[in-house]
């Protein structure tokens, strides 16, 4: 499952058909000096590497928030 379409409300199976495949990214400027990682469906992997994390996370805005809201739980899958 997408991290970011999952935030949005977006179904990534019906964006990127059914052999739809996550894979692991890493942000770098949701901490300062820590990486986080996510996992992207390939349309949110392209989207991010074309438009770069900061314009990622501004037209992911959930997704940003959601970010930014769990830093502080441990438990959160989205963290290593
Ligand atoms: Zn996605």
Do not use: P, W
């Not at 990682?37 to 037209?59: A, M, P, T």
Request: aromatic share 8%; glycine share 4%.
């Amino acid at each position: 499952m997408c991290d970011c379409c999952k935030a949005e409300g977006r179904d990534h199976v019906l964006r990127c058909g059914d052999a739809a495949k996550t894979r692991s990214a890493r942000l770098y400027k949701v901490y300062v000096g820590r990486t986080t990682s996510v996992n992207l469906c390939r349309l949110c992997d392209i989207q991010l590497f074309k438009s770069g994390e900061s314009r990622f996370l501004e037209c992911n805005i959930r997704f940003a928030q959601n970010l930014f809201s769990s830093r502080s739980s441990s438990s959160d899958s989205l963290f290593d």
